[in-house]
């Protein structure tokens, strides 16, 4: 299956040096452009990418309030990777918890731009522990008291063992070692603690856990 990719960005340079790294690829296809996140909710009806690639600063509409309108107005959105120049960036943080599935800086080998495609296409999200950290001690306001005891009443013990480990980017596999449990165990835990916190998806689970400090950044 060809993995249709939509890219944002309001640099022409930028566009046109993804599109060639992507285009080179049997398995990735990229099925159009766009200069601003204005563009971007009619060009996902029209053309259905499967990823978008958004630049997170834009003129008119900037990558997080695209991104909040693609998942709040389009059936089955496409997945959505932003991009950006700065990992600390306070942008990136609000387009994670607006949605977005990871983000990719403007400087990311080709290899892995590629690789970080195939992964969201596939249903994965980009979590990477550490940046992830920084963005909530930086950018997170935890809300602390109330908010975090309501959490240790929705999660069970080992519901809450497993989003620690997520939030340290291990994979399922790796948790069920962690755990000594099997990989469908803790795929059930996972879907649990998503539906509890009202997250799509891995990413956004983790930065809940931040902001309401059932995880600190320390």
Known sequence: MTIKVLLVDDERLIRAGLAAIIGAEDDLTVVGEAADGAEVPGEVGRLRPDVILMDVRMPRLDGIQATRRILET?????????????????????????????????RTRPEEILQAIRMVAHGDSLLFPAAIRELAAR??????????????????????????????????????????????????????????????????????????SFITPG
Do not use: C
Request: proline share 5%; no cysteine; hydrophobic share 40%.
């Open 74 to 106: 389009v059936p089955e959105p496409p997945r959505i990777i932003v991009v950006t120049t700065f990992e600390n960036d306070e942008y990136v943080y609000d387009a994670l918890k607006a949605g977005a599935h990871g983000f990719l800086l403007k």
């Open 139 to 212: 950018h997170g306001q935890p809300s602390g008291g109330a908010a975090g005891a309501r959490w240790h009443e929705r999660l069970t013990e080992r519901e809450g063992d497993v989003l620690r480990l997520m939030a340290k980017g291990r994979s399922n596999a790796e948790i069920a070692g962690d755990l000594f449990v099997s990989p469908q165990t803790v795929k059930t835990h996972v879907g649990n603690i998503l539906a509890k916190l009202q997250a799509r998806d891995r990413t956004q689970a983790v930065i809940l856990a931040y902001e309401t």
